[in-house]
């Protein structure tokens, strides 16, 4: 008879990826029917208990404990396979790396090092920040939950020493072609970006290095840097610093909305630099602007925007074809209105499981010209914030790297577990119509998102066909030919599956409000080029 | 020497040195992962120099076990 057994390790703490890997090879062991070992927090916990994980062990252990959840066909096998975790435990999983316990002695006897990639738990970022800031090193904090005023107290102290500090909250940043933490291997070229947002970074790189343009550095700032709070601090170093910079030509602003002055601040440096620039403040307005800036500065509101605006003020022999790449081709419309036809009356909900949260919100702000009701964890207006975010209710748009969804646990981008759970239950609504998924590739992501969802997929549209209906699932994939997962393979593989590839998310928001308003034509893509892409400056 | 005349950091105007972060957009970063090992694997994949701190929290003392101490020092 199955059993589930539960170990807890005060006090032990292993990292979550590292965790994740643990787990992957535990559940493959002889004997063993499901595990997953993990550190204790209420998230993590929580996840035990709808897998059926959880024994009262596990469920009275804190988040700085360790907990090794079995589900084991016979009780005999269990110190085998403990034996086996422990091993696993004490294991560092790479042996090619440098790996030294003393961060002083570390820097002493490695002189030559000049960034550091910080990704400790947020409560600790602090101390080992200014102590790095100390040393001389320019910093990329990935750590999320960090104190505002913390963000503010160490930016200042980055300033004052001239050194950069891109996040916290930083997923990506691209520094003379390396990738930083989640990234994508891109040409480099004249393109500069300052982004508040990791995979605002990643989207624009990947659609500029699609239409033939390169990226010099990508520098994240931290989805904070442009509030009130932040006041702009790093964003406007980093303006200072791209327009000394050689390899630079045209800078790309990206952030969620900022605050007003702060806005004014940004528009006020850049009218008084010399570069080209383009903003786009994910839906934010449009600002007037000083005539004579006009060629020089232009704005955008999504994504998809911004890319083809850096086309027009910096290449305007390109930007034919590059709208034309970025577009939903005839092919893909048909494709399109024939999955729509199949649809019945009652199927009307969009569902939008995102691992990327800008492009989950990119995908809100197009959805909500067409639709009505868009529920979310991260909502564009308050009353519209789900009141369970495990449960999706009318159209619903997830992001899943929310903090809600990760704490104590590895990114969505490479840990697939809670998207594919949710895939099965999105598609198991009899009311839904189209779900959306992002696939980001690159480095730090998961060596293969296509074919770690792919089981999800099929049950997913086994589940809608076995019910008498049929589910539309639209992708997007953000990557190249050149990142590790090859960006044609995994499209490939999804086009197999079933599923219809759009070449941007914008274009992915915008064929799931043609299919769920049942108005899949030219018109409607007119209007949405009207309103998102071409904004007529 | 590039300077930039700051207003936001600071009511007070100073000079702010821009040199060090040009240095490091122009050479290939040399990198320290604190934290998690995936990334500073990633950057070696990528053939970048990177060194790795294998980064532990501080023990936490027992509640009680600090209310003692707490008492007594």
Known sequence: ?537 | MSVWRDSVVSKESREINIDKALQLLRSRPRVIGIGLEHFSRELKRQGVRVIHVNWQPRPRLEKDLEDILSKIL
């Not at chain 1, 090859?486 to 941007?504: C, Y």
Request: charged content about 25%.
């Open chain 1, 1 to 537: 008879m199955p059993r589930i057994v539960n170990i807890v390790k005060k006090g032990l703490y292993r990292d979550s990826v590292h965790l994740l890997h643990i787990s992957d090879h535990v559940r493959r062991l002889d004997g063993v029917l499901n595990a997953m070992i993990a550190m204790g927090t209420k998230l993590n916990k929580e996840i035990l208990a709808r897998e059926g994980l959880l024994s009262s062990e596990g469920s009275d252990a804190g988040e700085n404990d360790l907990i090794i959840a079995l589900k084991i066909s016979d009780l005999a096998d269990l110190n085998v396979i403990l034996a086996k975790v422990e091993d696993l435990l004490s294991k560092t999983p790479t042996q090619d790396l440098e790996i030294y316990s003393d961060l002083d002695y570390a820097l002493d006897t490695n002189r030559d090092i000049n960034l550091a990639l910080v990704s400790v738990p947020g409560q600790y970022a602090k101390e080992v920040v200014m102590k790095l800031l100390d040393r001389g090193l320019h910093i990329h904090l990935f750590s999320d939950h960090v104190p505002i005023e913390h963000e503010v107290e160490m930016k200042r102290y980055a300033i004052e020493k001239g050194l950069l500090l891109m996040g916290p909250e930083a997923g990506t940043s691209i520094i003379s072609g390396v990738a930083i933490a989640f990234a994508n291997q891109v040409r480099r070229g004249p393109v500069g970006i300052i982004s508040a947002s990791g995979t605002g970074l990643q989207e624009v790189s990947i659609l500029l290095h699609r239409i033939g343009l390169g990226i010099s550095h990508g520098i994240g700032v931290g989805g904070r840097d442009l509030s009130k709070e932040v006041g702009g601090i790093m964003t406007l170093f980093s303006i200072d610093v791209l327009e000394r910079d050689d390899m630079t030509e045209v800078i790309i602003i990206i952030s969620k909305p900022p605050s007003k002055e702060v806005i004014e601040r940004v528009l006020d440096r850049i009218s008084r630099g010399e570069k080209r620039y383009v903003t786009c403040f994910v839906g934010g307005d449009i600002v007037d602007l000083d005539p004579r800036l006009k060629g020089r500065i232009s704005q955008a509101k999504t994504l998809h925007g911004a890319v083809l605006e850096t086309v027009k003020i910096y290449r305007p022999d390109l930007y034919r074809d590059a709208y034309n790449k970025l577009w939903i081709e005839d092919r893909l419309l048909v494709e399109i209105s024939e999955a729509t036809s199949r649809l019945r009356e009652d199927q009307r909900y969009i569902r939008g499981l995102f691992t990327g949260g800008t492009l989950a919100y990119e995908a809100m702000l197009i959805l909500s010209e067409y639709v009505r009701d868009i529920y979310s964890n991260t909502p564009l207006k308050e009353d519209q914030r789900l009141l369970d975010p495990w449960r999706s209710v009318g159209n619903t748009i997830i992001d899943l790297g929310g903090g809600e969804f990760t704490e104590g646990r590895a990114h969505p981008m490479i840990d697939p577990g809670i998207r594919v759970m949710r895939i099965i239950e999105e598609a198991s609504d009899p009311e839904v119509a189209v779900i959306m998924l992002d696939f980001v590739l690159g480095y730090g992501a998961h060596p293969d998102p296509v074919g770690v969802h792919a089981d999800a997929i099929k049950r997913a549209i086994n589940i809608a066909r076995s019910s008498g209906r049929d589910l539309v699932i639209l992708a997007h994939v953000v990557g190249s030919e050149e990142d590790p997962q090859i960006a044609s393979a995994q499209e490939d593989m999804l086009r197999k599956l079933g599923v219809i590839v759009l070449p941007t998310n914008a274009t992915m928001a915008v064929s799931a409000a043609m299919i769920a308003s049942r108005r899949a034509d030219q018109k409607l893509l007119l209007d949405f080029q009207r309103k998102f892409i071409e904004i007529g400056l």
